[in-house]
């Protein structure tokens, strides 16, 4: 009986090594290397080669047509922002998540919509029945002729079901339970979770049909398997939200036909999923009049403007090192903020606890929110509270200046239509810029000066209340 032979491979870079290694020597990651069988090399390799028997070409670019290929849109908008305007027929979408988050849920209702559109939609599910996935199908709302179930892992007889229906869209749920029979290796294994997957591009790209794939993501949030699965598929979005509340966020960390970092957001009810038309106001919708170490940032979401707020708490430290807690934020850029201010705005902070979030469960990462995050920080920390009809827009440096940031008309314009009063924005991003609508835009330069605009004018303000009255 001949020797099986086996090497580690990194489930994060792809890197393979004879013998097994504590850590990765390409990626430096830890614990990220699995053992694997050798497969013997086969004389007969599989080309792309359509289920109508064609072979693919080689053609010049003037002569590839993109007419036949329009976006294929679904009744939820949401996902159509996401996507980048809509369906794209052959492309190759992964959605990852945590358990039990509703990305099942998403897909049943996405698929009962396409099938509605005229296309045959093949929903393939590793983890139920077709009894289940029916009984949850009806419980959505969703049925429609061209619809059509297969509880099945084995990656062959899924092929023989394609070339038999010969679907528009394929659905995967999920990726890791499916095996390829010519793999020797156990069901959800770094091999297994590659070959399925070079399978399925071979069918959505030669066949025009549009892949849809489930992956199960790791205790640190990313997706399970290599990683060099998200570098195969077209497209990969996160399904991101809190099991104890009921709104979801769809978010695309890579997408070859639209723009990255893309938005949706959701809600999950008893029938299924609805889309949130206005994120904003529901992000706003339980701020408290007259409360401190509150601001308004307009972030930027894809092509989205959002209002989010942002909460400060700083408090004395009762231990010798000060801590720096942050939900939904860099932790390492809220050391930054905090550091400036303490630099270039006088603030004592190195002996203060400080608890920073985004509230609404969002993940907030672009410049954009440093201002914000400084006022939040200075109203709790000088017990100072800001305006209702106050919103902030900057990046700000290491030497305490307000650098400008993109996009700036579309913030404004966001916050004028929630009804805010003042924006403060970058001084460097009035030139060129006429503000047009009603809302009060204020050029600031430095954390300084917004600082002692946002809450001496308001002192003023008070004052001419008080003397009226």
């Given at each position: 009986?001949?020797?099986?032979k086996?090497?580690?491979?990194?489930?994060?870079?792809?890197?393979?090594?004879?013998?097994?290694?504590?850590?990765?020597?390409?990626?430096?990651?830890?614990?990220?290397?699995?053992?694997?069988?050798?497969?013997?090399?086969?004389?007969?390799?599989k080309?792309?080669?359509?289920l109508?028997?064609?072979?693919?070409?080689?053609?010049?670019?003037?002569?590839?047509?993109?007419?036949?290929?329009?976006?294929?849109?679904?009744?939820?908008?949401?996902?159509?922002?996401?996507?980048?305007g809509?369906?794209?027929?052959?492309?190759?979408v992964?959605?990852?998540?945590?358990?039990?988050?509703?990305?099942?849920?998403?897909?049943?209702?996405?698929?009962?919509?396409?099938?509605?559109?005229?296309?045959?939609?093949?929903?393939?599910?590793?983890?139920?029945?077709?009894?289940?996935?029916?009984?949850?199908a009806?419980?959505?709302?969703?049925?429609?002729?061209?619809?059509?179930?297969?509880?099945?892992?084995?990656?062959?007889?899924?092929?023989?079901?394609?070339?038999?229906?010969?679907?528009?869209?394929?659905?995967?749920?999920?990726?890791?339970?499916?095996?390829?029979?010519?793999?020797?290796?156990?069901?959800?294994?770094?091999?297994q979770?590659?070959?399925?997957?070079?399978?399925?591009?071979?069918?959505?790209?030669?066949?025009?049909?549009?892949?849809?794939?489930?992956?199960?993501?790791?205790?640190?949030?990313?997706?399970?398997?290599?990683?060099?699965?998200?570098?195969?598929?077209?497209?990969?979005?996160?399904?991101?939200?809190?099991?104890?509340?009921?709104?979801?966020?769809?978010?695309?960390v890579?997408?070859?036909?639209?723009?990255?970092?893309?938005?949706?957001?959701?809600?999950?009810?008893?029938?299924?999923?609805?889309?949130?038309?206005?994120?904003?106001?529901?992000?706003?919708?339980?701020?408290?009049?007259?409360?401190?170490?509150?601001?308004?940032?307009?972030?930027?979401?894809?092509?989205?403007?959002?209002?989010?707020?942002?909460q400060?708490?700083?408090?004395p430290?009762?231990?010798?090192?000060?801590?720096?807690?942050?939900?939904?934020?860099?932790?390492?850029?809220?050391?930054?903020?905090?550091?400036?201010?303490?630099?270039?705005?006088?603030?004592?902070?190195?002996n203060?606890?400080?608890?920073?979030?985004?509230?609404?469960?969002?993940?907030?990462?672009?410049p954009?929110?440093?201002?914000?995050?400084?006022?939040?920080?200075?109203?709790?920390?000088?017990?100072?509270?800001?305006?209702?009809?106050?919103?902030?827009?900057?990046?700000?440096g290491?030497?305490?200046e307000?650098?400008r940031?993109?996009?700036?008309?579309?913030?404004?314009?966001?916050?004028?239509?929630?009804?805010?009063?003042?924006?403060?924005?970058?001084?460097?991003?009035?030139?060129?810029?006429?503000?047009?609508?009603?809302?009060?835009?204020?050029?600031?330069?430095?954390?300084?000066?917004?600082?002692?605009?946002?809450?001496?004018?308001?002192?003023?303000?008070?004052?001419?209340?008080?003397?009226?009255?």
């Amino acid at each position: 009986m001949a020797k099986i032979k086996t090497q580690f491979l990194c489930s994060n870079c792809g890197y393979i090594s004879p013998k097994y290694l504590g850590r990765c020597p390409n990626c430096g990651e830890w614990g990220t290397l699995v053992e694997e069988r050798i497969q013997p090399d086969t004389p007969d390799r599989k080309s792309r080669v359509s289920l109508d028997g064609e072979v693919a070409k080689v053609a010049k670019i003037g002569d590839v047509s993109t007419e036949d290929t329009p976006r294929v849109k679904v009744q939820l908008s949401e996902l159509n922002r996401v996507l980048g305007g809509g369906v794209v027929p052959g492309s190759m979408v992964l959605i990852g998540g945590d358990p039990g988050i509703g990305k099942s849920t998403l897909l049943l209702q996405m698929s009962g919509q396409l099938a509605q559109t005229g296309g045959l939609v093949l929903y393939v599910s590793g983890e139920e029945s077709a009894v289940q996935i029916k009984m949850r199908a009806e419980r959505l709302g969703v049925g429609a002729n061209d619809f059509y179930l297969y509880p099945e892992t084995d990656m062959s007889l899924i092929r023989k079901q394609v070339d038999e229906l010969k679907p528009n869209f394929l659905i995967i749920d999920s990726i890791q339970t499916m095996q390829e029979p010519d793999v020797q290796s156990a069901v959800g294994s770094v091999s297994q979770v590659r070959e399925v997957t070079a399978e399925l591009l071979q069918i959505a790209k030669t066949n025009g049909i549009t892949v849809f794939i489930v992956g199960h993501v790791t205790k640190e949030g990313s997706i399970a398997g290599p990683k060099m699965l998200e570098h195969m598929v077209d497209t990969v979005l996160y399904f991101e939200g809190d099991l104890h509340h009921a709104y979801r966020i769809l978010r695309a960390v890579k997408n070859r036909f639209g723009s990255t970092n893309e938005l949706g957001i959701f809600e999950m009810q008893t029938h299924g999923l609805t889309e949130v038309s206005n994120p904003s106001q529901i992000f706003l919708e339980e701020r408290i009049d007259g409360a401190t170490g509150s601001a308004i940032v307009v972030s930027m979401e894809g092509t989205r403007p959002i209002l989010v707020e942002m909460q400060a708490l700083i408090t004395p430290s009762v231990f010798g090192n000060a801590q720096r807690t942050a939900t939904g934020l860099d932790r390492n850029r809220v050391a930054l903020i905090m550091a400036v201010l303490e630099k270039r705005a006088n603030m004592l902070l190195q002996n203060q606890d400080a608890f920073l979030k985004a509230a609404g469960g969002v993940k907030l990462d672009e410049p954009a929110i440093d201002l914000a995050v400084a006022v939040a920080v200075a109203s709790s920390y000088k017990d100072k509270e800001t305006q209702l009809g106050d919103a902030f827009i900057g990046e700000i440096g290491l030497t305490g200046e307000i650098r400008r940031v993109n996009r700036i008309e579309e913030r404004v314009a966001e916050a004028e239509k929630l009804g805010f009063n003042r924006v403060f924005i970058p001084k460097n991003n009035l030139q060129g810029w006429t503000p047009t609508g009603e809302i009060e835009v204020v050029g600031v330069a430095t954390i300084s000066e917004a600082l002692q605009k946002a809450f001496n004018d308001q002192q003023s303000k008070y004052r001419i209340n008080m003397k009226n009255d």
